[in-house]
């Protein structure tokens, strides 16, 4: 495990804490007006390899040999110049900072980090950190990678879960939630029911790479409600008609796929952030990325309909009356992850997707996302 320390004074700035991988929702803005959770489980750390924040350089101000160095391979709007690989952990495992009151950014309920680090060192007054509460974004602090270290202060660390044992333990992420809001919702409420928000974002990063994975061909997604979240979308973008790419749910614990699959949705670990790969003879299928929980709800998803029973209906058992409640909207990806992965596929740099993507930006989309 590793505490954060400031780099000006070594005064420890966190609790000890475990790396993970970035959630695919971690740059996610989410509705309008709305309360997300934090970002972070407590007592975990992950590292965003890419700029955040300001300052920032319009797209016509980079050179795009530059772009490609950074990983972007089609133009953007503008791109973010402040130093990459910050740490983001949870607002409550900070300890020996505080806010820097000046700094609160154009937020409205909150902080949303816009005038850069907002939190400095106790001790020396060093910014150190940018907390981000404000709604519709996800709770998170960052720790400034120019600003803090990471020292070790346990040796021993725990080796990540194997594949298997997130298979038999790993925890689905539901597909629907309730979504909080400031001052009450629609209807007066404080909350209303909402396709989930991770899968929102995780459907945004898989559809990318869905896109790339379909060398501008029709593909062809399983049945239920993986084509729910995925083929509304691939139907509009790609061609109609032969020949189509087949995709399907592999990974830990399931059969293994027939060889002339041509794209497998898997898992990406929770900890380690590596993609499950295959054996052969399917090792040459493109690999898109499901977060793990994700994952787990498409290739195992969980009844909603009541179960019979009989006198007394016991407190675990699902009930039909009220109805379990349901988003009324189709399933639609979030926009923002979804173009933030694709201009970071080298496959953007094809004609074909590059039109796409232009006509996407242009505002044509909004029925899609």
Request: with cysteine.
């Amino acid at each position: 495990m590793f505490v954060f320390v400031c780099a000006r004074c070594d005064s420890e700035l966190t609790v000890p804490l475990s790396q993970v991988s970035l959630p695919a929702h971690a740059r996610q803005k989410y509705g309008n007006g709305v309360q997300l959770p934090v970002l972070m489980e407590s007592g975990t750390f992950a590292v965003d390899p890419d700029p955040w924040r300001r300052p920032w350089r319009m797209w016509d101000e980079i050179d795009p040999g530059e772009a490609e160095t950074r990983g972007i391979y089609a133009p953007v709007y503008a791109l973010s110049d402040s130093a990459p690989g910050a740490t983001v952990i949870a607002p409550g495992d900070v300890r020996g900072t505080r806010l820097i009151a000046e700094k609160r950014g154009g937020a409205c309920c909150g902080l949303d980090g816009a005038d850069g680090p907002n939190m400095a060192c106790e001790a020396c007054d060093l910014p150190v950190a940018t907390r981000v509460d404000d709604c519709s974004l996800w709770q998170a602090v960052r720790l400034s990678s120019d600003a803090v270290r990471r020292v070790l202060v346990d040796g021993a660390h725990a080796a990540p879960l194997s594949w298997a044992e997130l298979a038999a333990k790993g925890k689905n992420t539901p597909p629907f939630e309730p979504i909080a809001t400031w001052g009450g919702g629609r209807f007066g409420s404080s909350h209303y029911w909402s396709w989930s928000p991770q899968w929102e974002a995780a459907a945004g990063q898989a559809l990318a790479h869905l896109l790339a994975a379909s060398k501008g061909q029709p593909v062809k997604v399983p049945g239920g409600l993986t084509a729910d979240v995925f083929q509304r979308v691939l139907d509009a973008l790609l061609p109609a008609g032969p020949p189509t790419r087949r995709a399907v749910l592999a990974g830990p614990g399931r059969p293994s796929p027939d060889a002339d699959v041509d794209i497998l949705l898997v898992p990406v670990h929770p900890q380690t952030g590596q993609t499950w790969t295959p054996a052969s003879p399917t090792a040459s299928a493109y690999l898109v990325p499901l977060p793990l929980g994700v994952w787990l709800w498409l290739v195992s998803p969980q009844p909603y309909l009541p179960v019979p029973a009989s006198g007394r209906i016991p407190q675990d058992v699902l009930r039909d009356d009220p109805l379990p409640p349901r988003p009324n909207y189709l399933f639609r990806a979030d926009r923002g992850t979804f173009l933030h992965t694709l201009v970071r596929l080298p496959a953007v740099r094809s004609p074909w997707l590059r039109t796409i993507l232009a006509n996407l930006t242009q505002g044509t989309s909004a029925a899609l996302f």
